[in-house]
């Protein structure tokens, strides 16, 4: 029956004379009719389980994770594709040899990549804190995306404990409902190993703990604080800086009290970064960021093009971060390159709101001009938005500290829209629950025609929308090949720079494979030398469809 009704989405051809909008506005209207008729039913046990605070934060913990199982058949295990992916998989490589860092190896040219530096140690120019992460995710279930499910499984959970220090159990609970819908199984942060989750757990423990702590100094709260702290300065050390800053501000009506406290939550990871830097970089105080810097300049990427790109051939957000990141090195940032910098990375913060909480956003100012508990939050997201905008990159997982700032933002909107009309208000949360829906659903019913042209109208989601079939496509070519590997990586000229294959191991003489770039047949016997018992094979994947033969 449904195959008949879904045949065609040509109003002409379909059966009972729907077009595609048609469909959607009955995907949207038939919940919302359903949600109102029950609400009166539900509404009585969401009250019941608000309250209390054990109960919903196992659920809230669960739910992300179930929901996003549920989607393996059609959305499988994420596959690592972005270079700052790569950089963190190598951290969590190097942790589970019990290393903050790698020996340098012999004949590095051949092995240089993005974001792993080659000497004074073969090392990623990243934090641990998300290798850490990815570490733990692998020790326990086998695979690093484990560790990114724990995360999301902590956030759901904590941001509902950390509303409840700001707002009402029902505003909270509904918050924690938000939480999952927006950046739960849809959600880039759930679906890559870039980061984004573990930061936006730490922001919770900062921002639920500080009111508390304001309030009285108990042990439990005090070590949230400083276990969302210490997590933070591990996962995004420059963006502490303003996270340091806003709970300074906080806490200075009470600063004989709880600034020391506030001291002592940074020290941990002050220390664990220190020897982090000295392992990797030689030096205390020197970041491996700072030395990859130094090493291979300003935008790091670029210097590994055999020809330069073309401005024309880069995207709007890489024209404008190149554009960034070239004043910053030369020394030409200008007040009117940090604002056209911040006017462009406006459009971002829909990553952080569904459409319809817009509409809150006018009534947070409101509550926000007459509250000073909420007018520090906004001080807060806007002290984050100016710091990082001195950075000339940008993700939107630099502001995960901010993820549940910005769903208090949401929730204070709509309490200040019910205090006037509660209809409206939980209008607005319906329709905030439905856009998930939909969006489930389609994901949910796998990659038919109906799904693959929705989702290109999807919005900041990803859900392996650009999952790396070419790389999967030589994995398994490389898995029917039995022993060990030597694959040497030959690109076109005019290659694109962020379709990197040199990625290996922490240890890549005890690895099945080693990945290495083709410097051509003299130098390459060099490293064939070092790795004698190797079938060795050559990788062409800037063709069509990647080639691998033998060497």
Excluded at 231 to 254: C, D, G, M
Excluded at 369 to 390: C, E, I, K, Q
Excluded at 488 to 499: E, L
């Amino acid at each position: 029956m449904l195959d008949w009704i879904f045949s065609s989405f040509d109003p002409v051809k379909n059966p009972i004379g729907f077009g595609a909008a048609d469909f959607i506005e009955i995907a949207v209207a038939l919940p919302l009719l359903l949600l109102v008729i029950f609400w009166r039913h539900i509404e009585p046990l969401a009250r019941r389980l608000s309250a209390n605070i054990r109960w919903s934060m196992i659920g809230l913990a669960i739910a992300p994770v179930v929901l996003r199982l549920l989607l393996l058949a059609h959305h499988p295990i994420p596959k690592p594709d972005i270079y700052d992916e790569f950089g963190h998989l190598f951290v969590a490589d190097t942790l589970r040899h019990f290393r903050l860092a790698n020996p340098p190896l012999a004949l590095h040219q051949f092995f240089e990549t993005f974001f792993i530096l080659q000497t004074p140690t073969f090392s990623s120019i990243y934090p641990i804190g998300q290798g850490a992460l990815l570490a733990i995710g692998r020790a326990i279930a086998g695979t690093p995306w484990a560790g990114v499910l724990l995360a999301s499984a902590a956030f759901g959970s904590l941001c509902y404990w950390m509303l409840r220090a700001w707002t009402s159990p029902g505003w909270a609970l509904l918050g924690g409902v938000l939480a999952i819908a927006e950046f739960g199984p849809l959600n880039p942060w759930m679906n890559t190993y870039w980061g984004g989750m573990l930061a936006a757990a730490a922001g919770c423990m900062v921002f639920g703990a500080l009111p508390r702590l304001a309030k009285k100094t108990t042990r439990r709260n005090a070590v949230l604080l400083c276990a969302g702290m210490t997590v933070h300065l591990l996962t995004r050390p420059y963006e502490s800086i303003f996270l340091i800053l806003a709970a300074a501000l906080f806490f200075l009506p009470t600063w004989k009290r709880t600034l020391p406290l506030l001291a002592l939550a940074i020290l941990p990871g002050a220390i664990v970064t220190l020897a982090h830097n000295k392992s990797v970089t030689g030096q205390f105080t020197k970041l491996p960021y700072q030395l990859s810097q130094e090493q291979y300049g300003v935008p790091a990427a670029l210097t590994f093009q055999a020809e330069p790109v073309p401005h024309s051939e880069l995207t709007p957000q890489q024209q404008m971060e190149y554009k960034s990141q070239m004043s910053f090195k030369e020394g030409k940032e200008t007040l009117l390159t940090y604002l056209l910098r911040l006017e462009y990375r406006v459009r971002y913060y829909r990553f952080f709101f569904f459409a319809p909480l817009y509409l809150a956003l006018p009534a947070f100012l409101f509550a926000a001009a007459r509250s000073p508990r909420y007018a520090f939050v906004a001080m807060t997201l806007a002290l984050l938005a100016l710091g990082t905008n001195f950075f000339p990159a940008f993700q939107v997982h630099y502001l995960g500290a901010a993820a549940c700032l910005f769903v208090l933002v949401s929730v204070a909107g709509l309490e200040q829209i019910a205090l006037f009309s509660p209809e409206s208000a939980r209008l607005l949360a319906f329709l905030c629950l439905i856009h998930f829906g939909f969006w489930y659903a389609i994901h949910l019913s796998g990659e038919g025609d109906v799904a693959l042209a929705a989702i290109r109208y999807e919005s900041w989601d990803n859900i392996n929308h650009r999952n790396p079939e070419r790389r999967i496509l030589v994995e398994h070519q490389l898995e029917e090949i039995p022993g060990q590997l030597l694959v040497f990586v030959r690109y076109t000229p005019r290659h694109i720079f962020q379709d990197e294959w040199v990625y290996n191991e922490a240890s890549p003489a005890e690895a099945r494979i080693v990945w290495a770039r083709d410097l051509g047949p003299e130098e390459n016997s060099k490293l064939r030398a070092i790795y004698p018992n190797r079938q060795t094979l050559l990788l062409e994947p800037d063709a069509r469809t990647p080639v691998l033969s033998p060497y």
